[in-house]
Each structure stands twice: as structure tokens, then as C-alpha cells.
Nanobody, 115 residues
Framework: QVQLVESGGGLVQAGGSLRLSCAASGSIFSINVMGWYRQAPGKQRELVATITSGGSTNYRDSVKGRFTISRDNAKNTVYLQMNSLKPEDTAVYYC?????????WGQGTQVTVSS
């Protein structure tokens, strides 16, 4: 059984910063991909950023240069540092763990950016 516990969401003014964390526990294999997705009201869930266990990263274009994904393999934890936040970043952010046997999701954390 895999569990993902997220933290760090909240309300911030445009231009501000937030840091999301996601700790994974359970039957986690050393080779995996962790990432963050988000879903705004009335929209589909979209990929924000991913990072492999080897440290390779991938970002959606709209967050490049503003968001940084990182991970601590010893703690099975992934982070998302979000700077220069914009109102269009407002969404529920979900942590994802991709393993050979499937995808696992956190419960989601709300990020609200006021203008």
C-alpha cells in the first residue's frame, strides 16, 4: 500500500511564493517518477512538473523559470517551490507517484493566488 501526504498549500498574493511537500510511504520502489499535477475549477488535471529518481526534471511551459521541483530520495519526499505566483496558478495541486505497477495520488492541496 502506498500513501502520499501533501502539505504546504495556502493563500498568497500574486508575486508571492509557496513550497509544497509530498511524503510517500509504503511499498515504494527505488526507481520511480514523482510529480505534481493541478486542477483548476472546470478544467482538466494538468501536469505541472515531474522528477525521476535520477533527478531528471520536466516542467509545463507556463511554470518554467518560476517553479522548481526537487526530491529527497532518502525521505521519499518531493517538493515544489513556486515563486512569482500568478492568479492563473490557482488550483488544487496533487502529488503523483508513478511506479511500474501504477500511479498513486495524494489527496490534493489548495493553492490560491490573489491578484
Amino acid at each position: 500500500q502506498v500513501q502520499l501526504v501533501e502539505s504546504g498549500g495556502g493563500l498568497v498574493q500574486a508575486g508571492g511564493s509557496l513550497r509544497l511537500s509530498c511524503a510517500a510511504s509504503g511499498s515504494i520502489f527505488s526507481i520511480n517518477v514523482m510529480g505534481w499535477y493541478r486542477q483548476a475549477p472546470g478544467k482538466q488535471r494538468e501536469l505541472v512538473a515531474t522528477i525521476t529518481s535520477g533527478g531528471s526534471t520536466n516542467y509545463r511551459d507556463s511554470v518554467k523559470g518560476r517553479f522548481t521541483i526537487s526530491r529527497d530520495n532518502a525521505k521519499n519526499t518531493v517538493y515544489l517551490q513556486m515563486n512569482s505566483l500568478k492568479p492563473e496558478d490557482t488550483a488544487v495541486y496533487y502529488c503523483n507517484l508513478h511506479l511500474w505497477n501504477g500511479d498513486y495520488w495524494g489527496q490534493g492541496t489548495q493553492v490560491t493566488v490573489s491578484s
